[in-house]
């Protein structure tokens, strides 16, 4: 799912986006065009009428595109087999103005998976952004709930954004250091 970019599109019905940086949510309606810049883990980040807007997965067919299926569990997995897949939808989060996912840009500290007593289980996550005054903080967090509580047997996805310790360009991966030419 990875080259759109500047790929032309047109609205064919009216859908949420968010401005990036800015994280403030609009809707877009029919017949409006842009270019798609970058499509990556199930979201499309667009360039429209001088801006760049974040488009879910799950709304693709606003803009002519598959919307994203969601994520499926083995029947009778375990703990270690739901925080697996957080952690694959974690990779599937994108900074929309990055093309590298938040955890290989070392953005996730943690993931736990605790077991309720009706079966379910709960997901706890703590992660920071690159700069404290990042735009789209919010956004990103409320990215990895929406993703995290889709994974069946999932109740609830818990995501504290912390800023201890600050980010640095040591905790991305090697491949995240390579694709930024981010050598050191």
Known sequence: MRSHENEPFVVNREVKAVIVPAGVEVNLKPGQ??????ALGGS??????????????????????EPVKPPELPPNATEDDVRELAWAQMRTCYDPEIPINIVDLGLVYDCTVQPNDDGTRTVEVRLT???????????????????????PTVRQARVELTFEPPWNQSMMSEE???????YY
């Open 33 to 38: 065009s842009g270019y798609i810049t970058q």
């Open 44 to 65: 499309f980040t667009v360039y429209m009428e001088g801006n760049l807007f974040r488009i879910s997965g799950e709304d693709a067919d606003a803009i002519g595109k």
């Open 129 to 151: 952004l690159t700069a404290p005054g990042c735009g789209m903080g919010e956004i990103l967090v409320d990215d990895v709930k929406d993703k995290i509580e889709r994974i």
């Open 176 to 182: 995240a250091r390579l694709q930024t030419g981010m």
